[in-house]
């Protein structure tokens, strides 16, 4: 039996008030987290700058989270941001410190390669027809040998400048932190573009249905690719915050961030919408993510119960998208 036909079974009121929980679910279960941590930690989890630090240690995870979210809206999946984003930290480090290169000139070039590598991903998925699992699984273990080969697995630590650490380090307008400002910028820019450009509509026509977008005289090839694109200058912004915070190009610094991107996606998608993918829902995902890493931390927390929390939470997130997907067919 189908979800759909069995959402179909349900009486009336069972599924009004399951659309309700896959729509509000998280948004309840975020406001459910922030009341339980305030009452259980007053004077030290709902501060001013607790929340500054809440918000400045997610910038990292919502800018990857991002850009993964432009290559899921299209229909595709992209397993190498985490993989990318530890080789442009590595590169543009090196860059900097053995070349002897202008940040400005090797962030750009660092940004160059990310799109680049999203190109890579798009034409393998659209032109060769490979499995975007595949595909982008394929490009990250070829990203992780490359990284490898260029720094020889010996993290480039010494000779950053502090110009470069102040990407990462600095504050600028009200004294917000840097990575808050440039995770700002990010969404705000995607969500302009999903929201409120023809582009966008594209781009939610192709991830809804690819046939009918092809029908209606969309190039999907060409979208596929722009969100791949996306997906990978994301990563490489992602990259270059994190060496300049680390204040060290390291092989596999960002790999974990690959996890907590797909948490936030999947999150997101059971926030507001009918198991949709969009900017707004990844965003609120990675907040509750890191605000649940954050309360436990503060209550001295085990790590692995970090790990625990970020699976469970991905398998619920999973889930609810589910759900809320069949209710919406049903």
Same mark, same amino acid.
């Given at each position: 039996m189908s979800d759909a036909s069995y959402t179909r079974r349900l009486s009336p009121s069972t599924r009004a008030a399951l659309g309700v929980f896959?729509?509000?679910?998280? +948004?309840?279960?975020?406001l459910a987290m922030v009341l339980v941590f305030s009452f259980l930690s007053p004077h030290a989890f709902p501060t001013y700058n /607790? !929340?500054?630090?809440?918000?400045?240690?997610?910038?990292?995870?919502?800018?990857?989270?991002?850009?993964?979210?432009?290559?899921?809206?299209?229909g595709e999946l992209d397993l190498s941001v985490g993989y990318a984003a530890s080789l442009h930290g590595v590169l543009v480090t090196g860059l900097i410190v053995a070349n002897h290169m202008p940040i400005p000139l090797a962030v750009l070039i660092v940004l160059a390669l990310g799109a680049l590598i999203g190109v890579v991903n798009g034409l393998i998925v659209t032109k060769l027809k490979v499995n975007s699992v595949i595909a982008t699984l394929g490009v990250g273990t070829v990203l992780v040998g490359l990284s490898f080969?260029?720094?020889?697995?010996? =993290? +480039?630590?010494?000779?950053?400048?502090?110009?470069?650490?102040?990407?990462?380090?600095?504050?600028?307008?009200?004294?917000? =932190? /840097?990575p808050i400002i440039f995770m700002a910028?990010?969404?705000?820019?995607?969500? $302009?573009?999903?929201?409120?450009?023809?582009?966008?509509?594209?781009?939610? *026509?192709?991830?809804?249905? =690819? *046939?009918?977008?092809?029908l209606a005289g969309i190039n999907?090839?060409?979208?596929?690719?722009?969100? !791949?694109?996306?997906?990978?200058?994301?990563?490489?912004?992602?990259?270059?915050?994190?060496?300049?915070? $680390?204040?060290?190009?390291?092989? /596999?610094?960002?790999?974990?961030?690959?996890?907590?991107?797909?948490?936030?996606?999947?999150? @997101?998608?059971?926030?507001?919408?009918?198991?949709?993918?969009?900017?707004?829902?990844?965003?609120?995902?990675?907040?509750? &993510?890191?605000?649940?890493? /954050?309360?436990?931390? &503060?209550? @001295?927390? =085990?790590?692995?119960?970090? !790990?625990? !929390?970020?699976?469970? +939470?991905l398998i619920v997130?999973?889930?609810l998208a589910s759900l809320g997907r069949s209710l919406a067919e049903s």
């Open positions: 896959a729509r509000y679910g998280t +948004i309840i279960g975020l /607790n !929340f500054i630090n809440v918000l400045s240690q997610a910038s990292l995870a919502m800018i990857i989270a991002g850009g993964l979210t432009m290559a899921v809206i299209v080969a260029y720094s020889a697995g010996v =993290p +480039i630590v010494s000779g950053v400048p502090e110009a470069f650490l102040q990407l990462a380090l600095g504050r600028w307008l009200f004294g917000i =932190p /840097n910028l990010v969404f705000g820019g995607l969500w $302009l573009l999903v929201e409120r450009t023809a582009i966008g509509q594209e781009i939610q *026509a192709v991830g809804g249905n =690819p *046939a009918a977008a092809r999907v090839d060409r979208i596929k690719i722009l969100g !791949f694109v996306l997906s990978g200058m994301c990563a490489a912004l992602t990259g270059t915050l994190l060496a300049a915070r $680390l204040g060290s190009g390291t092989t /596999n610094a960002a790999d974990s961030y690959l996890l907590t991107a797909f948490a936030a996606v999947f999150l @997101g998608s059971a926030t507001l919408r009918d198991g949709e993918f969009h900017i707004l829902g990844t965003f609120i995902g990675a907040l509750i &993510i890191v605000l649940g890493f /954050n309360g436990l931390n &503060i209550f @001295g927390a =085990p790590t692995f119960s970090q !790990f625990v !929390f970020q699976g469970a +939470i997130a999973v889930g």
